[in-house]
């Protein structure tokens, strides 16, 4: 009763008796029920009135707050959040270009093209159209990946940590698999090589050090219990110094000698050979295969610029006990992904158009020059939207490939950097600066670093994106205002 007391004292403040019903409310929001249906529309009436009466009655809502009018804007502007995905389009400006927090690769245009006309129909995933039989979802992938990697058979499951996983349980469960120390890699999360080889019912038998590792330290480790030799691309660091390792084409004929199969675990591998574009140079799978290597395992979603797949390419002895390991049929890729990765496959067979169609080589190729002039573009357009809090420079930068191709290697690149005029309180107004970029409708991902906000603009290559980034620029200035 104190509260309809207080109501009356402050007149204009809403009394829970001034709310309307939830069956009220409803009636008023036919356009929406008509669009939404009934269920959600009213759940969300529910939790907005339950929310307003809560406020009514600690005497917070206004007169106002409680029109018609303004209670079907919000349940509008409540059903419209509810419904908005989770998963949301952003602007890469940390200079880090395969991003796997940011979806890694980006996908070729010609790989998303025919996706919403094969996924929203039947399609021929598992069968075969020449004999009107069964046929194996793998075989829409298997010919190109032969053709363009030189292997005689390959299969496909659902990343490379899949394929890993898959190649050392079919080959060596119950059995040892012989590693370099200097290789027993961590990739991030729960994916460390000694524990997918428990995983996988492997027994991981280490060999040499950190930093040296000789054949001999394999041949020695040779045993009636061993099953395969390993090499695992160290991809995401780098052991310099006093070191020595063995390459791929003399371990091989240790393995072979044994008659054991060797298998290489690549990480990112690339399809084709950076370094015609300055790019350093990582080994490929077809080079790995050349060599010797009887299974080589590489990811779809990294430099090969596809969707998130594990590829696995090899002789066909080792190919089919891999694929008929029953744990292939719980790593197996979906028709979604699949379908992309044919279409990037089918992008290498044209390799002179590669720096146009696949946008992570597009990316990683943009030339210098591009970027310093978008760059010296945009910096007063920034500078002017962030004034008199921040000052804008352009820059030079040195981004990364990223996802743990070519740990060490740094991309020469351009941007803006973007520092707070205030000595005090460096620290918050960059946070409140990266915050406010992260919150516009297309969000901004920048890195802070040395006391500034680095916009590197390597992947701000497609002009939708720098309209849509210029377009967002008041919209920055109202937020910090
Ligand atoms: C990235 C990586 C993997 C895992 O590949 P995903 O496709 O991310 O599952 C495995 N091994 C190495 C060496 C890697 O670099």
């Not at 990683?364 to 357009?381: F, G, K, Y």
């Given at each position: 009763?104190?509260?309809?007391?207080?109501s009356v004292?402050?007149g204009s403040?809403?009394?829970?008796?001034?709310l309307?019903?939830t069956d009220k409310?409803?009636?008023?929001?036919?356009?929406l029920?008509?669009?939404?249906?009934?269920?959600l529309?009213?759940a969300?009436?529910r939790?907005l009135?339950d929310?307003?009466?809560?406020?009514?009655v600690a005497?917070?809502?206004s007169?106002?707050?409680?029109k018609?009018?303004?209670?079907?804007?919000?349940?509008?502007?409540r059903?419209a959040?509810r419904?908005?995905?989770r998963m949301?389009?952003?602007?890469?400006l940390?200079?880090?270009v395969?991003?796997?927090?940011?979806?890694?690769?980006?996908?070729?245009d010609?790989a998303l093209?025919d996706?919403?006309r094969?996924?929203?129909?039947?399609n021929?995933?598992e069968f075969?159209?020449?004999?009107?039989?069964?046929?194996d979802?793998?075989?829409?992938?298997?010919?190109l990946?032969?053709?363009?990697?030189?292997a005689?058979?390959?299969?496909?499951?659902?990343?490379?940590?899949a394929?890993?996983?898959?190649?050392?349980?079919?080959?060596?469960?119950g059995?040892e698999?012989?590693l370099?120390?200097?290789?027993?890699v961590?990739?991030g999360?729960a994916f460390?090589m000694?524990d997918?080889?428990?995983s996988?019912?492997?027994r991981?038998?280490?060999?040499?050090?950190?930093?040296?590792?000789?054949a001999?330290d394999?041949?020695?480790?040779?045993s009636?219990?061993?099953a395969m030799?390993?090499?695992v691309?160290?991809?995401?660091?780098?052991?310099q110094?006093?070191?020595?390792a063995?390459?791929?084409?003399e371990?091989?004929?240790?393995?072979?000698?044994h008659?054991?199969?060797?298998?290489t675990d690549?990480g990112s591998?690339?399809?084709?050979?950076l370094?015609?574009w300055?790019?350093?140079?990582?080994?490929?799978?077809?080079?790995m295969l050349?060599?010797g290597?009887?299974?080589?395992?590489?990811s779809?979603d990294?430099?090969?610029?596809?969707p998130q797949?594990g590829l696995?390419?090899?002789?066909?002895e080792?190919?089919?006990r891999?694929?008929k390991f029953?744990?292939?049929?719980?790593?197996?890729?979906?028709k979604?992904?699949?379908a992309?990765?044919?279409?990037?496959?089918?992008?290498?067979?044209?390799?002179?158009?590669?720096?146009?169609?696949?946008?992570?080589l597009?990316?990683l190729t943009r030339p210098?020059e591009?970027?310093r002039?978008?760059a010296?573009?945009?910096q007063?357009?920034l500078?002017?939207?962030l004034?008199?809090r921040?000052?804008?420079l352009v820059?030079?930068?040195?981004?990364?490939?990223?996802?743990?191709?070519?740990p060490?290697?740094?991309?020469?690149?351009?941007?803006?950097?973007?520092?707070p005029?205030?000595?005090k309180?460096?620290?918050?107004a960059l946070?409140r600066?990266?915050?406010?970029?992260?919150?516009?409708?297309?969000?901004?991902i920048?890195?802070?670093?040395?006391?500034?906000l680095?916009?590197d603009l390597?992947c701000?290559d497609?002009a939708?994106?720098?309209?849509?980034?210029?377009?967002?620029?008041?919209?920055?200035?109202?937020?910090?205002?």
């Amino acid at each position: 009763m104190s509260q309809s007391r207080e109501s009356v004292v402050h007149g204009s403040k809403a009394a829970p008796k001034d709310l309307p019903s939830t069956d009220k409310l409803l009636r008023l929001s036919e356009p929406l029920l008509a669009e939404h249906g009934h269920s959600l529309v009213a759940a969300e009436a529910r939790a907005l009135l339950d929310r307003l009466r809560v406020r009514a009655v600690a005497g917070e809502l206004s007169q106002e707050a409680v029109k018609p009018e303004r209670l079907q804007a919000l349940l509008a502007e409540r059903v419209a959040a509810r419904l908005k995905p989770r998963m949301q389009a952003v602007l890469n400006l940390t200079g880090t270009v395969i991003h796997t927090n940011l979806g890694r690769s980006l996908l070729a245009d010609a790989a998303l093209q025919d996706l919403p006309r094969l996924m929203a129909g039947p399609n021929n995933l598992e069968f075969d159209l020449a004999s009107g039989g069964r046929g194996d979802r793998d075989s829409l992938v298997e010919g190109l990946l032969c053709e363009l990697t030189g292997a005689e058979a390959a299969t496909v499951v659902n990343n490379n940590a899949a394929a890993v996983l898959l190649a050392i349980a079919a080959l060596a469960r119950g059995r040892e698999v012989i590693l370099s120390r200097g290789e027993l890699v961590e990739i991030g999360g729960a994916f460390r090589m000694p524990d997918v080889m428990a995983s996988a019912g492997a027994r991981l038998v280490e060999v040499g050090t950190t930093n040296r590792t000789h054949a001999r330290d394999y041949a020695g480790a040779i045993s009636p219990e061993t099953a395969m030799l390993m090499k695992v691309h160290t991809s995401n660091y780098q052991v310099q110094g006093f070191t020595a390792a063995v390459e791929e084409a003399e371990l091989a004929k240790i393995a072979h000698a044994h008659d054991l199969p060797l298998v290489t675990d690549l990480g990112s591998g690339a399809l084709v050979d950076l370094s015609q574009w300055g790019l350093p140079r990582e080994p490929l799978p077809q080079d790995m295969l050349a060599a010797g290597c009887d299974v080589v395992t590489f990811s779809g979603d990294k430099l090969l610029g596809g969707p998130q797949a594990g590829l696995i390419v090899g002789k066909r002895e080792f190919i089919e006990r891999i694929r008929k390991f029953p744990m292939k049929r719980a790593l197996r890729m979906s028709k979604l992904p699949l379908a992309a990765l044919e279409a990037t496959l089918r992008l290498y067979l044209r390799p002179e158009r590669l720096t146009e169609d696949l946008p992570t080589l597009r990316l990683l190729t943009r030339p210098l020059e591009a970027i310093r002039n978008q760059a010296e573009q945009l910096q007063p357009l920034l500078a002017a939207a962030l004034a008199p809090r921040y000052t804008v420079l352009v820059r030079e930068m040195l981004g990364q490939i990223g996802s743990g191709s070519l740990p060490v290697a740094r991309l020469p690149s351009a941007g803006l950097v973007i520092a707070p005029v205030a000595s005090k309180g460096i620290g918050t107004a960059l946070e409140r600066l990266a915050e406010a970029l992260r919150a516009l409708p297309l969000p901004v991902i920048a890195r802070i670093a040395e006391d500034q906000l680095w916009l590197d603009l390597r992947c701000l290559d497609r002009a939708d994106h720098q309209a849509a980034f210029i377009g967002q620029l008041s919209a920055l200035q109202e937020a910090l205002a």
